[in-house]
């Protein structure tokens, strides 16, 4: 497989490089990386994937592009808000580097689809922002045999590992499973902008490190990365023996409401009856401000206080952003023994938008 005389241009930083070389870009020009999501770690990804030189790039991703996704998602712009990101990324991506094949997989990753997508790459990248994908990323990847590099952000701090690389640890061997608790996510409690370009960069090193077989792949090591002090920790990863991955789960959805004791309403269904309800909206003012969708505004952190502002024998439709936070919502007005039957909106507001 040559390299073309436009490819020796696009590609003749790598080419100076002994670590790399023309043999470098040869393995980078015969390899195939599945990229999971195209949000604020997938584009830094795929963009220096894409410039690198990767043969043939993978995007799996269902969402459409938001407004509130430019402040760091940065292959999009105002021109592409409500159209398909997989689509929006690979047309972007094609401008970048017509060398090399990039497909946009319009769908979420799941239990039906992971192993098959899988099988067509080499490389796994994790940019996902829940855990029942990166579980199933990881279980998928580890009964494909093929390496994931997993990225994860929370505010000002990132990590970065690879997982079931050259048999080293995998993800359960750092968290074996779920937490039971919901984690918020960056919808929820905000993140710094050029945070997910620093992992995601981080990211795409790590795929070109294994590509073109460099030294101190992050196999059996979790970085930190803190973007607010510039600190970096290392943490040593053991590989757990007795995990054995052999088959996908035949759930990957994470409950934390074991004792659900509250039903679910869509949006639909709320404004079909709208007299019977009363809407409490858990969201921040800020969130309330840019998307007032009228109600009752008590954010979930001032709650606690303002019991007494709910009208009593009124049935609530609790809402937030994910259906997240109107969960907390709905176990504290249950724990205070609010006489009022109790309702969450399904998926949050996010899902109607």
Request: glycine share 8%; charged share 20%; aromatic share 8%.
């Amino acid at each position: 497989m040559q390299l073309s005389k436009n490819e020796y241009k696009h590609y003749s930083r790598h080419l100076l490089l002994d670590e790399i070389g023309e043999s470098g870009q040869h393995l980078l020009k015969k390899s195939k990386v599945l990229v999971i999501g195209a949000g604020g770690l997938g584009c830094p990804t795929l963009l220096y994937l894409t410039a690198a030189g990767v043969g043939e790039i993978g995007i799996v991703d269902n969402d459409k592009v938001e407004v509130s996704n430019l402040q760091r998602q940065i292959l999009y712009t105002v021109e592409d808000i409500g159209k398909s990101k997989s689509h929006c990324a690979a047309m972007r991506l094609k401008k970048l580097n017509p060398h090399i094949k990039i497909t946009g997989h319009n769908e979420f990753l799941n239990k039906n689809n992971a192993l098959s997508l899988f099988k067509n790459y080499d490389i796994i990248v994790d940019g996902s922002d829940n855990f029942a994908t990166r579980y199933l990323t990881n279980d998928a990847a580890v009964i494909t045999d093929r390496p994931f590099v997993y990225g994860a952000i929370h505010k000002f701090e990132g990590q970065v590992s690879v997982f079931n690389y050259l048999n080293g640890p995998t993800y359960r061997c750092l968290y074996q499973s779920p937490p039971q608790e919901h984690i918020p996510n960056c919808s929820e409690i905000g993140v710094l902008g050029v945070l997910p370009g620093i992992i995601g960069a981080f990211q795409a090193n790590e795929v070109i490190k294994i590509i073109c077989g460099l030294e101190e792949v992050l196999s059996g090591t979790l970085l930190i990365f803190q973007a607010k002090t510039y600190q970096t920790n290392k943490l040593k990863i053991l590989k757990n023996e007795r995990i054995n991955i052999s088959s996908l789960q035949e759930s990957y959805s994470i409950n934390c409401d074991s004792q659900q004791s509250y039903q679910e309403l869509t949006w639909q269904e709320y404004k079909k009856n709208k007299t019977e309800y009363l809407l409490l909206d858990v969201r921040s003012a800020q969130e309330y401000f840019l998307a007032n969708r009228g109600g009752l505004h008590i954010p979930i952190d001032e709650l606690p206080q303002k019991l007494k502002e709910i009208p009593a024998g009124k049935n609530l439709l609790v809402c937030c952003q994910s259906g997240a936070r109107s969960k907390k919502a709905i176990r504290i007005l249950q724990e205070n023994k609010m006489g009022n039957k109790l309702f969450n909106l399904k998926g949050g507001l996010a899902a109607y938008q």
